[in-house]
């Protein structure tokens, strides 16, 4: 098997079943905001901005659907700030469900954060990466980028065992590197960038609005809310945190901010380079904008993307690990899921886990799009069931700690709640193949729970 050889050491043998307190605790509140804003950026934002103005071909509404992409997680961050200071647990989010709704529910989030929206995000990210290396690699086949994402993907994993220490610093180089890289697409195009023929960008809401609008803004919200998802994986990391009452709020919210602001201007430095027609076709935005500036322009996006993407993909293969290991020491899950190594003191076999899973997912699915939507369906309804615990706790758990309490509430969560749940409702009806598929591997993961069930009674 292709993981063999990068974990060849690891075995069971040299592994040992640990507390959430062996787990070391390194990481600060810089080290968090830079893992929940390159868990976002780096990855959608460099491809599915074609996708948004396919769906809603007007430049104004495509910003505004960026703008309201951005408020949408900055509501959900508030909201799951709250959450994380009650629950500062490896595992976040699953955390929040199992805490809200029970053990089942629990397992079926990390069941689908496994075999749905995780392992697809990180398909979606190795076939960006890929994408991007034809600016070098002239003819690259459709099957030979599946197996450099692949190849990727077990890299970073094994990068990532040897410890959370290692995870943070490479979340703080690239991360870096990747809004430095933004900043330079960003001041060429609003300041250095001068077409041949004027490039019109219409931003006028009123000016020939697009047919069927709401319809329109909720199917360009899959590439918006895809190119979002992220921010909240800083509260997968809150056993491993600093101060987490306190690091892994402001964590969520800082990073959310940041990534709005820098997807809105971005997008519009998109658009002064790319007519409207020519932004439409394009699937690697960043690398077409910057050729217009010349070969060496096109070569320098693509050189920093592909960067930025790979530490994206680095950060998705250390987060979500802490979920099944979460779920392993609760005891609805694999034990040897719940075992670290007792030098590095990570969950290992988790991330094995993970990465087996995530190249399957890359060669069963392949096309993009079809990735995106796979994952994105299953994220949201999950993140809203999620942030209608806050409402619960109000009510049930009055009694527990709240370090932070999301501001504007309830009306706040109602917002993310509301929308979450009407981008769902659109996208089981509008798109069902995709939306079906992650409902019948929620359907198995009934079953499957059921088995860890029994076992644990």
């Known amino acids: 098997m292709l993981i063999v050889n990068p974990f060849q050491s690891l075995t069971i043998s040299n592994l040992q079943i640990c507390n959430m307190s062996e787990l070391k605790q390194k990481l600060n509140l810089y080290g968090l905001t830079m893992i929940a804003v390159g868990s976002c950026i780096g990855a959608g934002i460099f491809a599915t901005p074609n996708g948004v103005v396919q769906a809603l071909p007007h430049q104004g509404y495509a910003l505004l659907m960026w703008t309201i992409g951005g408020l949408i997680a900055l509501t959900g961050a508030l909201t ?3 959450l994380g200071g009650m629950y500062p647990k490896a595992g976040g989010v699953y955390v929040f469900i199992k805490e809200a709704y029970g053990d089942a529910a629990g397992f079926l989030y990390g069941w689908v954060m496994l075999l749905v929206i995780h392992a697809g995000a990180l ?5 960006i990466f890929a994408d991007y290396l034809k600016f070098f690699i002239p003819g690259l086949t459709e099957s030979t980028k599946v197996f450099i994402g692949i190849g990727t993907m077990i890299f970073l994993t094994a990068l990532n065992v040897i410890g959370v220490q290692i995870s943070q610093v490479f979340a703080n180089v690239f991360t870096g590197l990747k809004l430095l890289a933004i900043a330079v697409i960003v001041i060429i195009g609003f300041f250095l960038y001068e077409p041949i023929e ?3 960008i219409t931003l006028s809401l009123s000016k020939n609005p697009p047919e069927n609008l709401m319809s329109a803004m909720l199917a360009a919200l899959v590439g918006v809310l895809f190119s979002f998802g992220g921010w909240h994986h800083a509260s997968y990391l809150a056993g491993e945190a600093i101060e ?6 402001r964590a969520m919210i800082f990073g959310t901010i940041i990534v709005t602001i820098t997807y809105v201007f971005l997008n519009y430095a998109y658009m002064a380079f790319l007519p409207l027609p020519e932004l439409t076709e394009s699937s690697a935005v960043a690398g077409d904008a910057l050729s217009k500036m010349g070969p060496l322009g096109g070569k320098f996006a693509a050189i920093i993307i592909a960067i930025s993407v790979f530490g994206t993909i680095g ?3 250390v987060s979500a690990p802490r979920i099944y290991f979460a779920m392993a020491k609760d005891g609805i899950f694999f034990q040897q899921l719940a075992k670290i190594h007792p030098k590095y003191k990570t969950p290992v076999n988790a991330m ?7 190249s399957l997912v890359l060669l069963f699915w392949g096309a993009f799009h079809d990735v995106i939507t796979y994952v994105t369906f299953m994220d949201i309804a999950f993140m809203t069931l999620a942030a209608y615990a806050v409402i619960r706790f109000r009510k049930t758990k009055k009694e527990v700690e709240r370090p932070y309490k999301t501001w504007g509430y ?9 929308i979450s749940g009407a981008f769902v409702i659109h996208t089981l009806i509008d798109q069902p193949k995709q939306a079906l598929a992650g409902l019948v591997l929620l359907g ?8 860890f069930w029994k076992q644990k009674k």
């Open 410 to 418: 309830p009306i706040v969560p109602f917002i993310f709640i509301g």
């Open 198 to 200: 004027t490039n019109e």
């Open 123 to 127: 398909a979606a990210l190795s076939l």
């Open 352 to 358: 094995v886990f993970q990465v087996i899973w995530a």
């Open 80 to 82: 799951f700030a709250e």
């Open 444 to 451: 198995i993961g009934f079953m499957v729970y059921w088995f």
């Open 315 to 317: 950060i998705y293969t």
């Open 244 to 249: 987490p009452q306190r690091t892994v709020p």
